[in-house]
Each structure stands twice: as structure tokens, then as C-alpha cells.
């Protein structure tokens, strides 16, 4: 039998629920890989395999996502996430997974609204079990420290696993294999919801900065802002620093920079292909360098949805550097955090630091859902720097 389509599975999920599975294309191409990571990494439609019987399956997965999510009582809805687990993971770790139930029912009934915060303790479980190979119990000191401290951990997630940890060992520590002081977990930065901007703030700021018609004007009139609008869209692409990003150096290989001028822009197409071509050469440029704290080499990475705003932004600093005659792309130039707020008319701050945790946490949340990706994403985010 052939790999059922989209369509059949919605039909499927409508015969079986009663419910409309409104989720588009590339939404159901996602929950696929979230699936096969669920089942273990195989291919759930491959070969030998009754397609009809494994329909069946991922309309009730689907299900199980749906209630999860939508779940209003806060035990049943971790009981939920629990059974999202890929089943490796459950089959695998049953013990740490029962450790971590048993924390969580003492965080509910010691605390009030814990709703809001119950999927970022579940989230730091999902991290720490896709980068285990033993049951928690089974760790030494050094081995729960490498643990810890992997880069597959966003900020907050790690966090919230120190505080999962602190909480089994202080229980019983005489069933554990590690005797480490958990000071010396605790020495790790917390980091609180406020430290990363929620997706909708995010998406505000896209729609704001990507929009190139409602800057292009302002940037060719006006170095400053130019250089501004710069500095915010490259932090929405790159999890550098600010003095990374302040010292891009001079783009002299822009060799025909100067034909994009206003009125250029004003009568021409600026296509995708042109603002490839820019980034190309900002890319062989930027990356001779490397980070200013780690010495490590930069990637000069620019997502499809922000090339074109990009390109343009680039543009118009280079040309503004070549007319003061000045020798780095963003010389003399202080990011005001409050006069950037007021120049771009913005209802929350964009700060430097909150982005790149916020643009890594992202990227980590992403990549480890998806099928091959799950433990690495850690590794993946240094493409990012």
C-alpha cells in the first residue's frame, strides 16, 4: 500500500475525531518528522510497513499533541507531554522519567499557576533524556557536569533541569552514582522567561524590520538610522555579540555598490538572486574574522525571510562608510537602545543579548524536533555565531 496523502490523513483525523485538522501541508511535512522521532527515528510510511495501520497511528499521535496542548488541568496536561516522549525515551529511562513525574506533582501542589511554566519543565526533561545514555542515577560527578553544561541546553531549559536534579538528589542522594555539590550546578546562569522574547514580540519585530519599503527611504537620508536598522536585522540572523557585530569590517568587494542608489530602488526590481549576490560577498568578508571572546571563526548565515531587507541594509551602510571614509562597516556608531525604540516606533525594547538567547533557543526548539537532529542541536547552533 502507497504512503497515504495529506488529504487521507485529514480525512482520517475528521472520521475518528470529529475534529477538522486544519494544519497546512508543510505543518503535517513537520509533524511527520516530530513523529518519527516519536517511533524511534524510522521512516513510519517505509517499506513492509501497513500504511493504513500507521495512518492510524499518526492521526492518534496528532490527537495526543492536540490534547497535550490544549489541556487546561495542569497534572493531566504534563501527564500528556509525558507520553509525547519518542518511546526510546520512555523504554530506556523509565526511572528518570518517574523521578521527574514525582517532581513535578510536588511542584504542583507546593505552587500556584504553575500552568504557564509546566511545558518548560517538561521541555528541560526532553533535552536531558535526548543527550543520556544511562539512567540518571547511573552518572558520575563528571559525567553529569559534561551532561549539564551541553549546548543542546537553551539557557532556561538548563535551568530548569538543575532545579529537577537538585530536587531528586537532595530526596535519596544515597541512590546516586554522582556525589557532586549541586552549587556547582547552581553556579550556571538562570535565566527566566524574561531573559528571551515570546514568539509573538519576536514575530512583531520581523514584521517591523523586514518591512524594507517603510525604511529604505529613512536609511538613504540618514546614516544613523541606517546603521540601526542594520544592527537589529543582523541580530535577528546571527546569535553574535554586539562587538561582532559592530565590527564588520569595510565591504570594498561591493564593487558596484554605487548603482543602488534611491531612485535605482524606485524604479528596479531588487530580486532575491541580487540580495544573494550582496550576502555572498559580505560572507567572504565577514568570515575571515573571528569572534572577539572565543576566537572563533564566525558564520555569516542570512535566513530566506530576512535576505532582501538584509541586502539592502547592507547596501546602504556600505555606501554611507565609503562617503565618511571610514574603515569598518559600523564606525562611530553607539546602539541606543532607547533611541532606537523611539526611532523605530517599537513597544518593546530590542535588546542585543535577549535576542541571541532568544534566536539560539529558537533554533535549538526547532532542530531538536526534528528527525537526525535531536541531541545535536547544540552542535548545529555554532553555524550560527
Known amino acids: ?41 524510522q521512516d513510519c510510511f517505509g517499506e513492509g510497513q501497513d500504511a493504513e495501520e500507521e495512518c492510524e497511528k499518526f492521526v492518534d499521535f496528532l490527537m495526543l499533541q492536540y490534547n497535550a ?10 501527564d500528556l507531554l509525558v507520553k509525547t516522549l519518542p518511546k ?10 518517574r523521578r521527574h513525574a514525582g517532581y513535578t506533582r510536588y511542584l504542583i501542589n507546593k505552587r500556584k499557576n504553575l500552568k504557564r511554566n509546566i511545558s518548560n519543565h517538561f521541555k528541560a526533561l526532553k533535552t536531558m533524556l535526548s543527550l543520556m545514555d544511562k539512567e540518571i542515577t547511573e552518572y558520575s560527578d563528571e559525567e553529569l557536569a559534561g551532561l549539564i553544561r551541553d549546548n543542546s541546553f537553551t539557557t532556561a531549559a538548563r535551568q530548569y533541569a538543575v532545579w529537577f536534579l537538585t530536587y531528586i538528589y537532595n530526596q535519596k542522594p544515597e541512590q546516586f552514582m554522582f556525589s557532586l555539590e549541586m552549587s556547582m550546578l547552581r553556579r550556571e546562569t538562570v535565566r527566566g522567561e524574561e531573559d528571551f522574547y515570546p514568539p509573538e514580540e519576536w514575530a512583531s519585530f520581523a514584521a517591523v524590520f523586514f518591512d524594507i519599503d517603510r525604511h529604505i527611504e529613512k536609511a538613504f537620508a540618514d546614516c544613523f538610522y541606517a546603521r540601526s536598522w542594520l544592527y537589529v536585522l543582523l541580530h535577528m540572523s ?21 548603482e543602488y542608489t534611491l531612485e535605482w530602488f524606485e524604479e528596479n526590481a531588487f530580486s532575491i538572486a541580487d540580495a544573494q549576490q550582496v550576502i555572498n560577498h559580505v560572507k567572504l568578508a565577514a568570515e575571515q574574522y573571528h569572534t572577539q571572546k572565543a576566537g572563533a571563526k564566525k558564520h555569516f548565515n542570512i535566513p530566506q525571510a530576512a535576505l532582501l531587507p538584509t541586502a539592502v541594509a547592507l547596501i546602504t551602510c556600505e555606501q554611507w562608510r565609503r562617503k565618511k571614509g571610514q574603515a569598518v562597516l559600523f564606525e562611530k556608531f553607539y546602539a541606543d537602545t532607547k533611541k532606537m525604540t523611539e526611532l523605530f516606533g517599537l513597544e518593546t525594547d530590542f535588546l542585543s543579548m535577549k535576542a541571541n538567547r532568544t534566536l539560539l533557543s529558537m533554533f535549538n526548539e526547532t532542530a531538536g524536533g526534528m528527525a537526525g537532529l535531536s541531541g545535536k542541536a547544540g552542535t548545529l547552533t555554532s553555524v550560527m555565531k
Open 88 to 97: 526510546d525515551y520512555q523504554k530506556r529511562f523509565p526511572d528518570t522519567i
Open 1 to 41: 500500500m502507497q504512503k497515504p496523502t495529506f488529504t487521507e490523513i485529514r480525512r482520517r483525523y475528521k472520521e475518528k475525531y470529529q475534529k477538522r485538522l486544519s494544519a497546512t501541508d508543510a505543518m503535517l511535512e513537520k509533524k511527520l518528522e516530530e513523529y518519527r522521532v516519536y517511533q524511534g527515528g
Open 238 to 258: 546571527l546569535a553574535w555579540r554586539k562587538s561582532d557585530v559592530l565590527n564588520i569590517p569595510a565591504l570594498e568587494n561591493l564593487i558596484d555598490i554605487s
Open 69 to 78: 496542548l490544549h489541556e487546561k488541568q495542569v497534572q493531566e496536561k504534563y
